[in-house]
């Protein structure tokens, strides 16, 4: 039997009524098959991340109380969300980030390209790209280590003080020191790459032993700045 895609209209009414609360079994049941319907499309961008040696993880679909809290928390449109589906892949650095971004541009022409890091949101940064095959978008987080620690880190919090820590709410004091350690990992990365730009052009001894001797300092006070945010957040 072949199942009938939803219209716009249609997905943007079964949204209207999850925010309400008022959605009924058969808008429950049209949910479903929409969510499901992204997991031939899912498969093929896992798949090709796979086979660039990217190692993605990722869902098929997003749960419904997950959906129904974004169209609350961001008043969406169900049939604009851009994430039902999703992977991630985490890569080494910024350089590596872009490549990997510029990769993805070359391999889906059509992608479009969600930069967080000049401007990230509640301090999350990372580049998204957003994929999308047989008019189902598929969003892919393109995280740095780094990147990739914070949001992590961010999760757990949010699990142990407040769920809207993951978007900007909860503790002040929680907010201050996710949003200082975002600071911290950015100026980290960008002196990393200043850091690998410099030693490949200049080679002589000295200039080498002064890099290092600055990098390496600024590496002592990310890592005092870490333990100080673990002993505030255990207090």
């Known amino acids: 039997m072949v199942v009938k895609p939803l219209t716009i209209s249609q997905l943007n009414k079964i949204g209207d009524r999850l925010r309400k609360d008022t959605a009924k079994e058969d808008d429950l049941r049209l949910l479903d098959q929409y969510r499901f319907s992204f997991q031939p499309t899912y498969e093929k961008v896992f798949g090709e991340l ?5 190692n993605p993880g990722g869902r098929s679909h997003k749960t419904v109380l997950s959906i129904v809290a974004k169209l609350n928390r961001e008043k969406t449109r169900l049939s604009r969300m851009q994430d039902i589906a999703g992977c991630r892949v985490v890569i080494g650095n910024l350089m590596d980030q ?4 510029a990769e993805l541009k070359a391999l889906w022409p059509d992608a479009e390209v969600d930069d967080k890091r000049t401007k990230p949101r509640n301090g999350y940064r990372a580049v998204h790209v957003i994929a999308i095959i047989e008019d189902h ?10 990147q990739h ?38 100026r980290f990365e960008t002196t990393e790459i200043e850091h690998m730009r410099l030693l490949s052009e200049f080679q002589t001894a000295p200039v080498l ?3 290092d001797l600055e990098w390496n300092k600024f590496r002592e006070e990310a890592d005092a700045w870490l333990q100080k945010i673990c ?3 255990n207090i």
Request: zero cysteines; aromatic letters at 6%; hydrophobic letters at 35%.
């Open 137 to 146: 978008p598929v969003e892919i987080q393109v995280r740095t280590h780094l």
């Open 98 to 101: 872009d490549r990997v971004v």
């Open 50 to 54: 796979t086979r660039l040696g990217l």
């Open 149 to 186: 620690s914070w949001a992590t880190a961010t999760e757990k919090l949010a699990d142990i003080f407040d769920p809207n820590i993951k978007y900007g709410g909860g503790p002040e004091k929680v907010q201050d020191l996710l949003a200082r350690t975002s600071q911290l990992f950015t």
């Open 209 to 211: 032993q002064q890099r």
């Open 231 to 233: 002993e505030d957040l």
